[in-house]
Nanobody, 125 residues
């Protein structure tokens, strides 16, 4: 059974930083494009960023580009999301997602096969 388990969420002040991790029980992790999405209260789940299977290519939502960074460690089956210069509007539940052999430019939820349970990020002003 495939599991994606996020961790690292919590409370941060505006301007601060957090690092989220997602550990994946995917046997061939290095064939999966990985992504992060988020859902703010009362809003739809939205794309944050993604990373190719090799880690060479990344793609970001305009709202986070330059502040958030997606990276991965294929030896540890883990993907990361570094959140810098946080804003109150970044408050959301953050989810990681996986799609095998997929293109990195895939900002829709339907493109992903596996999902984690989410981790809460709360940013205070």
């Amino acid at each position: 059974q495939v599991q994606l388990v996020e961790s690292g969420g919590g409370l941060a002040q505006a301007g601060g930083s957090l690092t989220l991790s997602c550990a994946a029980s995917l046997r061939t992790f290095n064939t999966y494009t990985m992504a992060w999405f988020r859902r703010a209260p009362g809003k739809e789940r939205e794309f944050v960023g993604s990373i190719s299977w090799s880690g060479i290519n990344t793609y970001y939502a305009e709202s986070v580009e330059g502040r958030f960074t997606v990276s991965r460690d294929n030896a540890k089956n883990t993907v990361f999301l570094q959140l810098n210069n946080l804003k109150p509007e970044d408050t959301a539940v953050y989810y990681c997602a996986a799609r095998q052999y997929g293109a990195v430019r895939a900002p829709t939820t339907g493109a992903y096969t596996y999902w984690g349970q989410g981790t809460q990020v709360t940013v205070s002003s």
